[in-house]
């Protein structure tokens, strides 16, 4: 025969164990959904941010291939400014060499240095004139002396 065995305190029950050993399981079956949820959220975040890469990764290629569009424009461009630019310096010694023949130049600035000389002999001619003739306005009228 079983012995009784005696309790002090009300702390201890005695509980079929089969409910318990159900409840276990069902705690057991819970935390394994658990971890699979959180393992799958964590999968579904690292999958997001594959995402979010792969089309970064997809506009830096864009943006790479239409830079190389405009960097192959550069040395056509590049092409059509030089040559612009011969034709310019072409155009200016054209221009230069025309004028300047040594003997065409030195002719055109005697001619300028005779002009000059000839408007000088008019000025200072014009001024001995101005000078004869205040003298000669001077002597005809007589000297008037106005007190203040």
Same mark, same amino acid.
């Given at each position: ?64 291939? !239409?830079?190389?569009? @405009?960097? #192959? $424009?550069?040395?056509? %461009? *590049? ?52 000078? !004869?003739?205040?003298? @000669?306005? #001077? $002597?005809?009228?007589? %000297? *008037?002396?106005?007190?203040?």
């Amino acid at each position: 025969m079983p012995k009784e065995v005696e309790i002090q305190s009300d702390d201890y029950e005695v509980v079929p164990v089969g409910p318990i050993r159900r409840l276990e399981e069902r705690i057991r079956k819970m935390e394994r959904g658990k971890e699979g949820f959180v393992y799958e959220s964590f999968v579904r975040e690292i999958l997001e941010l594959i995402q979010s890469n792969q089309k970064l990764v997809d506009e830096i290629v864009k943006a790479n291939d !239409s830079l190389r569009d @405009e960097l #192959a $424009k550069i040395p056509g %461009k *590049i092409d059509e400014l030089l040559q612009t630019w011969r034709e310019f310096i072409n155009i200016l010694k054209e221009v230069g060499g025309a004028e300047a023949n040594s003997t065409s130049m030195n002719e055109q600035f005697n001619k300028l240095i005779e002009q000059n000389r000839e408007m000088l002999d008019s000025m200072k001619s014009m001024k001995s004139r101005r000078i !004869s003739q205040g003298f @000669e306005t #001077a $002597k005809k009228y007589p %000297k *008037i002396k106005i007190k203040r």
